[in-house]
């Protein structure tokens, strides 16, 4: 038995007891018996994102990325979506990335005309953002940036599930925007008809890098009851590189022989063609934050 298997591991969203869900790779997913949260608890949170994030998980991590730094040019056309849906809503100002790996996000809000920084904790990323993409990186916790530092949006690119403790989070990201300020999140959706479909074997039932699989619906509980509202959402328009998509499938169904039939006829094709990605698992949500009182 491991220690997230332990009978009183609570929901870190709600507290309330959390039944066993599934297994992947020998590791126990619990739901919440209260707000039917899924998640999985690492035994040894003050070690995991050094452990799970290091550099092998952007370039080479089989939960992970092939070549993230290869990735820029659909990382970078996936900024400007944003950028443009952005600018129905507010202009340009300071914006912080959360989890901005070498900072793809982060140059194209600049470009863009925000006065934009990120915060990674893998300081190999930082180091490549600096020097390739000359972004503002910073290698600092949240928690650490000085206490006068305000932004009009924060994003957190598909960065939610990764989180130890999302509403820690999210309760110092509320600590960082201004009045009006806009919050964006891009995540998963475990109740896609993708998700639905894939079962466990969905390519998200990824832990130990994955550790919240949320629904559009209690993302949204979870960041209004910090004094946000949602103002906007929708599926993400992305494109994926083959091999990405190869991998992710075959990791998700634990290499068996289902993945590999699945996968055969992309196997065929080079593995950096870009394809578009079509599950509409993913989606993204906007809140503005209410005055504080
Ligand atoms: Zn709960």
Known sequence: MTASDKPDSLCPLCHASAMPRCVKRNLMIRQCTRCQHQ???????????????????????????????????????????????????????????????????????????WQAAGIEPNASMCAVGRQRLQVDLSNHALADLPSAQQFELIT?????????????TLRQIRQRLVDGGLFLVETWDRHSWAARLSGHSWHEYNPPSVLHWFTRRSLRNLVESFGWRAIASGIP???????????????????????????????????????PYFLGDAFWMLFRVAPKR
């Open 39 to 113: 998640f999985w608890i690492p035994p040894d949170p003050d070690s995991h994102v050094s452990t799970v994030y290091g550099d092998e998980y952007f370039c080479g991590s089989s939960g992970g990325y092939l070549d993230y730094v290869g990735e820029e040019a659909l990382q970078r056309a996936s900024a400007r979506y944003y950028c443009r849906m952005l600018s129905r809503y507010t202009r340009p100002g300071r914006m912080l990335d959360v989890g901005a790996a070498c900072g793809f996000f982060v140059r194209e809000f600049q470009d863009a005309g």
């Open 237 to 275: 328009r992305k494109r994926i590189q083959v091999g990405r998509g190869v991998r992710m499938i075959r990791h998700a169904t634990e290499q068996s022989r289902l993945g590999r039939w699945l996968t055969w006829p992309l196997g065929l094709a080079p593995s950096d063609w870009t394809i």
């Open 156 to 168: 957190l690119i598909q960065v939610v599930s990764h989180l130890i403790d999302p509403a820690e």
